[in-house]
Nanobody, 115 residues
Framework: QVQLVESGGGSVQPGGSLRLSCAAS????????MAWYHQPLGKQRELVARITAGGNIDYGDSAKGRFSISRDRAKNTMYLQMNNLQPEDTAVYLC?????????WGRGTQVTVSS
């Protein structure tokens, strides 16, 4: 069973940074695409950033200019570097991947931005 495990969440002040990691139990290039989503409390899940196996990247509007998605093939890990965090970024951040017709999700990591 393929698993994705997120880490790196925490509490930061506005303007701070965090780097999230998503470790896969399989070769990350087996995924057609991998992505970060966030889900603020009581709201719908939204795309933050996505990277395809071919390296194409796109970002959700809230992430543009502040967040950066990357991956490390040797570690089978995807990252999300988040800079200039703001209170509205507070959410559970989940990583997901498209593995053939199967959608694989991690359990999420909490990010809280407050002063």
């Amino acid at each position: 069973q393929v698993q994705l495990v997120e880490s790196g969440g925490g509490s930061v002040q506005p303007g701070g940074s965090l780097r999230l990691s998503c470790a896969a139990s399989t070769n990350i290039f087996n995924f057609k695409s991998m992505a970060w989503y966030h889900q603020p409390l009581g709201k719908q899940r939204e795309l933050v950033a996505r990277i395809t196996a071919g390296g194409n990247i796109d970002y959700g509007d809230s992430a543009k200019g502040r967040f950066s998605i990357s991956r490390d093939r040797a570690k089978n890990t995807m990252y999300l570097q988040m800079n200039n965090l703001q209170p509205e970024d507070t959410a559970v951040y989940l990583c997901g991947g498209a593995l053939g017709s199967l959608a694989v999700w991690g359990r999420g990591t909490q990010v809280t931005v407050s002063s």
